[in-house]
């Protein structure tokens, strides 16, 4: 392989496969990564019009020990599909492919190289209509050489799945790994490393930063390769949203070198909530938080991020153009519930608690509470949500039922009535899109 990684970094993963697994645990359950999720690539990156047929192609660069492989190739197995799994480690990779003959998948192509090495890689694997880079980018000297190198294999209309570290929910790990160089010092073995900062975690006081915000972070607690990657890795940095808007969807050749790209963020478990300042400050929020409502959706993120200062990781789809998520306001779109058991009847009495006035909605599953406005026929229209009827079918529906004395409401007074609850479900990423022309393969 050529030498245009970081050779410590190799090293690392060729001795500590990330992240650690033990393949055997495949036969009783199967990991699943958030952005992986094939609803959640359809809702983001296709409109909703994806079916992961006709030869739909997926490529894992950096795919380390498997999660992100397994999880696309069992979503996809009776599909014909190809997922590759690109990484630099043969230990990493090794462990992947003995995690995908216990599963019996064979849609799966192993490739031992650097991400860097892309480009001259296109002839042999062609193009993808989706990219896993996830941890990757954030260990390399030159992210943005990685980030092109992505871009060469992408089709024209296709998708990115991306997560990087988070500046500010990082903030005792950077701590962390400045005392761990002081403690080192010029100490080569890892082992010494890692036991070393052992000691050190287990006697640091409650005012230390990692302590602190310990409640964020679990790697530490998954053995030697969790350790030396969180707190002991040779090459780490991190972003703030800001710097990803400049970055990644900046003016494609401007003074901050930009690649025009759309951005879409969903933390895990958490969707987008953790973005928006109304949805971070809680049962209580400040008179002013009306006005945040109203500013750009950058600048709302970026205060967000330094209101919580829970996010640890940036995870997001990254496309060409906004038009690749799907759109609320069509009639034609099937609205369904994702991520956790929840039907049209359980979000209606819910949203129908308060008889169409704003109420507190506490989220259990992801921490979030937040005021919402369900409007008038927000219960009455979630209860009609069955994941198989389009908009205009509900719509219809509800006015057949329809008992007031006035007209029933057209579908664009139904569609402005439900944006506030669509709005609070899908920042959530319990509601999604989809498009019936595309048949989505389900995850098991």
Not at 12 to 34: G, H, S
Not at 39 to 68: E, W
Not at 163 to 175: I, L, N, P
Request: aromatic share 10%.
């Amino acid at each position: 392989m050529p030498d245009n990684y970081l050779p410590e970094v190799r090293n690392q993963y060729e001795a500590l496969p990330y992240p650690p697994c033990n393949p055997e645990d495949d036969r009783k359950r199967l990991v699943l990564t958030w952005l992986e999720d094939l609803p959640m690539i359809n809702h983001y990156c296709f409109a909703g019009r994806q079916s992961f047929q006709n030869g739909f192609k997926a490529l894992v660069a950096g795919g380390g020990t498997g999660d992100a492989t397994i999880f696309l190739a069992e979503q996809l197995r009776h599909t014909d599909a190809q997922v590759v799994h690109l990484d630099m480690s043969e230990a990493s990779i090794a462990l992947a492919k003995e995690r995908a003959q216990i599963r019996g998948l064979t849609n799966i192509q192993w490739v031992h190289d650097s991400l860097l090495n892309l480009p001259a890689l296109a002839a042999q694997l062609g193009k993808f209509d989706y990219i896993n880079c996830s941890g990757v980018l954030h260990h390399l000297a030159d992210p943005d050489l990685g980030f092109k190198a992505l871009l060469s294999v992408l089709k024209a209309d296709g998708a990115i799945g991306l997560m990087v570290y988070a500046t500010s929910g990082r903030t005792g790990v950077y701590q962390m790994q400045e005392l761990m160089r002081l403690v080192n010092g010029d100490e080569a073995d890892a082992q010494r490393k890692i036991a070393n900062t052992r000691d050190l975690l287990a006697s640091l006081p409650a005012t230390n930063w990692f302590k602190r915000s310990e409640d964020l972070h679990h790697d530490h607690k998954a053995g030697d390769a969790g350790i030396y990657d969180l707190l002991l890795h040779s090459q780490d940095r991190s972003y703030s949203v800001g710097e990803l808007f400049d970055w990644l969807g900046g003016e494609a050749g401007g003074a901050k070198g930009g690649h025009g790209m759309h951005l879409a963020f969903t933390d895990v478990q958490r969707g987008r909530s953790p973005y928006l300042p109304h949805m971070v400050l809680g049962a209580k929020p400040p008179d002013m938080t009306a006005s945040l409502r109203k500013l750009p959706t950058r600048k709302q993120y970026e205060m967000a991020e330094l209101m919580s200062g829970s996010i640890i990781t940036h995870s997001l789809y990254v496309t060409r153009n906004a038009g690749c998520t799907a759109p609320y306001g069509d009639a034609a779109y099937v609205p369904f519930f994702y991520h956790e058991p929840l039907t049209g009847e359980m979000a209606a009495q819910v949203f129908g608690s308060n008889k169409g006035q704003p109420f507190m909605l506490r989220h259990q599953h992801s921490g979030v509470s937040v005021m919402v406005n369900p409007g008038k026929y927000g219960a009455k229209i979630l209860a009609l949500i069955d994941g198989k009827k389009t908009f205009g079918e509900i719509f219809d529906q509800f006015r057949t039922a329809w008992q007031g004395k006035a007209a029933a409401p057209d579908n664009t007074v139904l569609f402005a009535d439900f944006a506030e609850s669509f709005d609070v479900l899908n920042a959530l990423d319990r509601l999604l899109l989809r498009h019936p022309s595309a048949e989505v393969t389900a995850a098991k």
